[in-house]
Structures are given as C-alpha cells and as structure tokens.
C-alpha cells in the first residue's frame, strides 16, 4: 500500500467550514451514528490502516522486537516504553491534527499484572481466591497505564493450563475453568470499570483465544487437539465469562486447534464470538500470527494469509502489516469484501468512541508521583501478595515469631530483586522492590540475619556452599530462598523439567546436613517438582512472583505477622512425568488400576491445597433451600489465631450420557474466620449453570439422575 499523503484536502477544510460539525465529532451522538458516520467518510485505504497495529520500541522479548517506523494514520501502536504522557501526546498529535479526519490511534502494552506498582503474576493471584481483590489490583494498574497514555492492555490471559512445562501458566488463573472465568471478570471490570471514557480506565482484552495452553508437550507455538466439547467445556467459559463482563477486545492465538489456526477460524472468530455471542467488540490477532499462517502451512503466501484471517473475522493484524500490504488488492480482486473491511473498522472504531479518544485524545501531563504509586496502592498490592502465598508444609517451624533468632538466610533468591518480578514485568523501579533479605532485616533485625547466596540459579558452580553451610552452622533456623528466574516463565518460557536446577537442590542437602530447622521459600512461575526437595524440610511457602511488595509477603509468614491464606490453583505434581495432571479429569475406565510403576500417581499437592496457621474444622453440608437450591456449611476456626478460609464447592455428576470429571468447581468464597468463632459459607445452585453439562456447539442441557455436592470431604447427594 502507498502512503499515504496527511496534508488536509482544501475542499475537506471547507466543506468542514460550510457544513456543521460532522456527527462523528459530535459527543452527543450516540457511538453507533458516530461510527456510521466516520465509516461512510473514510476511504478503503484510510479503513485497512485502521486494521493494523505495529510497534513502538522493543521489550525483552526476542518475539517482540519492534520496527519504529511510524505512519500516525494506523489503527494502533504498541508501545513497551512509553510511560509518559509527553511522549505518546507527540505522536497523537499527528493522528488527530495531521491526518484528514483525524483518527486517534490507540495505543496498546502489555500490562499483564501492573504497570508501575507491579503485583504478583496472575496465577499467584488466582491463588488468593480473592477476585475483589484483584479487581482492586487491576484497576491501581488501568489509572498508571491510561494516565501514561496507554488505554489498552493485552491482559487478562484466560488461557487453562495443565502443563507446567508451559512458561505461560505464570500468565493465566490455573487450571479450572471456574475459577479462571471469575477472575477473568473481575480483572476486566478492574481494567474497565462501568465507563472506558473514565480517564483512569483501559480497555481490557482477553486472550489468547483459544487452547492456546493445550499446547503439546508444554511447546508454545505448536499446534493443538482439542475436541468440540472440550472446547466448550474447558477452554470457552473464561472467555464467555469476560465478554459478560463487557470486554472491549479478544486476542486471537497462535495455535491451531484440531489444523485450523485459531487466528484463521471463522468458526471461533466469526460463530461464536460475533454471532453466537453477539459481541460488539474488536479481535486483534497475536504477534505475527497472520503472517505465520504461512509456517502452520494454512496459506501460501502473506495475501492468503491476510485472505484467510479477515475472511474468518480477524479485525486487527498485530505487528506484521498482511492486512496493511495485502487488503486493498484483495478487495479488488473481490476475494474480500469491503462489508467484511467494514465490520472490522466498526469494531475497531468503536472501541475507540467508547475509549473518548475523539474528545480526549491527549491524557493530562503529570508527574510521576501524580501517576504511580499513590497512597493505599502499596497496600493492595501488598494484600494481594500475602494472600497469594501458599503455605505448602508445616511441621510446626512457622511461624518463627518476632523473637531475637539467628536466622540463615540462604540462596539465590535471598538477595534478588528483579527475579521476584516475574515475566511481563510492567514498568516497576528497581528502588521500588523489597528484596527478601531486605524485608528479613526490617522485619527481625539486621544483626539477626546471616546471610549467604550459596550459589546461582543454574549452572555449575558450588564454591558458595561451604559459606551457607558455614552461616547455618551459625543459626537457629535456615530460610532458604529458591526459586526461578523470570525469564524462564512466560512467552517461550518453557522447559522440560519442573524441577529446580541441580545445584539448587544440592544446596538444601548440603544445608540439611547441619541439622537446623529448614524454611524453604520458593519464588516461581509454574507449579515446581517438589519430591525431593520436600523432605529436606520442615516447611514450605510457595511465593510465586509476587511483584514489587517482593520478600514482604515472605517475611510477614515467616514471622506470623501474616496468616496465610492462599491455596492453590494449579496441581503441583509428584514430578514431571505426571503431566499433564490437573483436579478435574474424566472418569477413568478402571479405577482401581493405570497407575505408575515407578512414581505415585497422585500429586503432591492437590488443586485448592494450602495450610493456615490457624485450624479449621468443616461441620457437614446442609441443604436449606429447596427452590432455589442452597446449600451451607460451618467452618470453625479452631485455632488460636484468625485466619482466612476459601470453600470450594463442587459437584459431581456420576453418570452422564457425556462422561465428567470426578468433580468440578462451581463456586468458592473466602471469609476471614475470627479464632473461635464459626462462619457459614452458602452455595446457591442454578441447575442449568452449576450442575449442567455443554455440547460440542455450545448448549447448555441438564439431565436427570444423582448429582453429589463436595466440600472437602463432606458430601450431599440431591436428585433432579
Ligand atoms: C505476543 C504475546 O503472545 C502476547 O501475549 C502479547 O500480548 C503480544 N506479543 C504483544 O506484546
């Protein structure tokens, strides 16, 4: 395509003279006549720009590496820099006050769990079972992100996961699906609030649509199988749940699902998200995805591979430009049609009505200060952090108390920063993030703290285990820091191994040998292989990445400060060769057989597992509602401390014309539990919702028979 001149046509000026203002400038008209408006104005050229985005910049990410080449009349820029207004002001300013009709262009990054004040990585948060809380979270990150000029995230990631080896599973909210879609909403009503104009909110955009997590092996990129149903079942209803909650946009994948590339099906791109679902919003593709329609070996060359996505209903080219080379011939060569240009430019246009780019397009000039970070930010970030912790064992070591107590505190994670950060990182300053051994100094006093690295996070090198083990010699109790670094999660962030390295499971033998008492800490971004690591210890907190609150959380549960209260949303297997293994599998043929030889068959640690300091005891279910159904249960806190308990409830339904899972969660709630006191946790049923099944188109049907109410171990059982 040539480009395009942006000097205002004489006759335009003075049509615009003569005329009053046209009524896509016009803030009192409603957004549909605005687009219809704008749309019968604009040229075919004019509309394939809209329909393209590049980049500004580079972030680390080699998949990522941009072109700053820079036409202000495209639809979209990605930008993983910018955090000042000034800058993305300059470049607004030629698309609103240098091109014909002045479009602004809507500028997107990938702000996955912060922009600024970085809080942990979505499947820590998933492990809070707290989606108010991560709302709150969302929206601290969509007032940084909108008032730098950005008013778009690529985020919240819905992907279900069930294999660690994936990188991406530190991006998503686990492995169910329910628990995935609640805190799809709550992110996306975080981001967007009631109102996008808001000058502190952003359009969210769920991604990456669809079975992108199934990918083989852990492989990104690679192709997938999934079954219709399963689609349905498993992999739909985070995205369902997001576009109920009024999501601007959808990210289509990589991946291909079953041989047709996700980002080339009109099936999920057209059928379900634009018919069956009736949704108004826009979909950008992944990075490159329509130019790599030619690797999956789906097109011929780049104008099919631009054929085949805007045929099957893909409105916006990430990073390629196949729409931006190829649209207008193809048009012309009637192998697509301008309704079909037209219904992507709506979306896309509408969503930036929505946005209030036409009224508002320069966000304010601030400061700093008056953007990030404001007061009671850090304290959201800081709940969320602790809330996501899982206390994994405890054999009694924890909490340590505030007593005056040599503590070793060892590894390479103790003396860390940017490694507790996680993948897509935002924008967080190094001076902002509180190391491990930081926090351990505050919290139980430098003189208490002896600290060693002990060795790297990978590699060969054991020259600094004889100083650890020389600091616990010197210790009452041995904190070891473990854990991964940040690249080794998200985007390509795969590996065959859910085990930390060797050398960090060396250190904690070397250190057990001195025979003190042993915390081991772990920071990371998938669920790890924990089999021999475990019995070296006497406890286990599970840290994830939690962003710039960093080693507070850590220090908090070490001293009881804090009570944890996290549990976990992903299944830490035995070891690897468990894989794929997650809570809510379909029932097996035999029961009773098909398990290894050489391993045990169960996890580790089990979906929704975590201690607390404080003891919880279930009293059994009751049903106190006939129509509508309700059921509740009584959790005592037994112990001596309050403490923060999440009821998951499932179902089962032990014979369907379509097999299940064992059991499947349809509901949970987390309550503080004072100690002594009791709290009653409720469940109301809709039958179609809660104990119903879904075919392979998407309909919900319920049929009669036994269904089971779970709770831990207590069950009901009802007839419908
Ligand atoms: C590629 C990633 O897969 C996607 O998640 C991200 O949003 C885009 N790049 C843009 O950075």
Redesign the pocket.
Same mark, same amino acid.
């Given at each position: 395509m040539k480009k395009l001149n942006f000097a205002i046509p004489l006759f335009c000026m003075l049509s615009c003279v003569q005329s009053n203002v046209p009524i896509y400038r016009n803030a009192d008209a409603s957004i549909e006549d605005r687009v219809e408006d704008l749309l019968s104005r604009m040229t075919l050229e004019e509309k394939i720009l809209q329909m393209n985005q590049i980049?500004l910049g580079a972030?680390l990410?080699q +998949? +990522?590496v941009g072109d700053a080449s820079v036409e202000p009349v495209l639809g979209s820029y990605?930008t993983?820099t910018a955090t000042d207004p000034s800058e993305i002001n300059q470049l607004q300013k030629r698309a609103v006050e240098q091109t014909r009709l002045g479009i602004p262009i809507l500028f997107?990054f #990938?702000a996955i769990h912060g922009f600024r004040t970085v809080y942990p990585i979505p499947l820590a948060q998933a492990c809070s079972w707290n989606p108010e809380l991560v709302e709150k979270a969302c929206s601290i990150c969509a007032r940084e992100s909108r008032l730098s000029g950005i008013p778009w995230t690529?985020s919240p990631?819905v992907d279900i996961a069930r294999d660690g080896r994936w990188g991406?599973c530190a =991006?998503g909210y686990g492995e169910d699906p329910y628990t995935a879609s609640v805190f799809c909403a709550a992110s996306v009503r975080g981001y967007q609030g009631d109102d996008l104009s808001d000058s502190t909110k952003i359009a969210a955009?769920i991604?990456?649509y669809i079975g992108y997590g199934a990918s083989e092996a852990g492989r990104d990129y690679v192709p997938t199988e999934i079954s219709r149903q399963t689609l349905w079942d498993t992999y739909m209803p985070p995205y369902q749940a997001g576009i109920e909650a009024g999501v601007a946009s959808v990210?289509s994948s990589?991946n291909s699902i079953n041989g047709i590339p996700a980002s080339a099906d009109p099936y999920l791109l057209t059928h379900v998200l634009k018919r069956q679902f009736n949704w108004d919003g826009m979909i950008v593709s #992944?990075?490159d995805a329509v130019k790599q329609l030619v690797y999956q070996g789906a097109a011929a060359d780049h104008a099919e591979s631009a054929e085949r996505a805007v045929n099957a209903g893909l409105d916006m080219d990430?990073?390629d430009l196949c729409y931006y080379d190829h649209l207008a011939q193809l048009v012309k060569e009637r192998k697509v049609s301008e309704k079909t240009i037209n219904d992507s430019v709506r979306r896309i246009l509408r969503l930036k009505f929505k946005l209030g780019l036409f009224e508002k397009p320069y966000p304010p000039v601030t400061t700093p200060e008056q953007r990030f970070t404001l007061p009671g930010d850090l304290d959201v970030v800081g709940q969320l952090a602790e809330e996501s912790s899982v206390l994994l064992k405890n054999d009694g070591t924890l909490p340590l108390g505030l007593k005056p107590r040599k503590i070793a505190l060892i590894g390479p994670m103790a003396d860390n920063y940017w490694e507790l950060i996680g993948s897509w990182g935002g924008h967080p300053l190094a001076e902002d993030i509180v190391t491990i051994k930081k926090a351990f100094s505050d919290g139980f006093g430098a003189q208490n703290i002896l600290y060693a690295k002990g060795c790297d996070f990978d590699g060969e090198d054991k020259s600094g285990y004889d100083e650890a083990v020389a600091k616990a010699r010197q210790a009452d109790v041995i904190v070891l820091c473990l854990g991964e670094r940040a690249s080794w999660s998200g =985007?390509n962030g795969i590996r065959s191994t859910l085990a930390l390295p060797a050398v960090q499971e060396q250190l904690a033998i070397e250190l057990k040998k001195t025979g003190r008492p042993m915390v081991l800490l772990l920071n990371n971004g998938r669920p790890l292989e924990l089999c021999r690591l475990e019995p070296l210890v006497d406890a286990i907190v599970e840290l994830w990445q939690p962003g710039i609150s960093g080693g507070k959380p850590a220090a908090g549960i070490v001293s009881g400060r804090v009570n944890p209260s996290g549990k976990l949303a992903i299944t830490f297997p035995y070891s690897t060769g468990q894989i794929p293994i997650y809570y809510n599998r379909r029932r097996t043929s035999r029961p009773f057989m098909g398990f290894y030889q050489d391993i045990p068959s169960e996890p580790l640690y089990d979906f929704g597992y975590g201690l607390s300091y404080s003891s919880f005891e279930y009293g059994d279910i009751r049903q106190v509602g006939e129509s509508p159904m309700v059921f509740e249960i009584s959790v005592m806190n037994t112990g001596l401390v309050d403490g923060k308990e999440t009821v998951h409830w499932f179902i089962s339904d032990p014979v369907s014309t379509v097999t299940r899972p064992y059991k499947e969660l349809k509901f949970f709630e987390k309550k503080l539990v004072p100690a002594g006191k009791t709290a009653t946790f409720r469940f109301e049923i809709d039958p179609l919702r809660d104990l119903g099944y879904v075919d392979e188109n998407g309909h919900r049907y319920v049929e009669r028979g036994k269904y089971q109410i779970l709770v831990k171990d207590k069950m009901v059982e009802i007839e419908l």
């Open positions: 980049t972030n990410n +998949n +990522n990605i993983y997107g #990938d690529f990631m991406r =991006e955009c991604k990456h990210m990589f #992944d990075w990430m990073a =985007e």
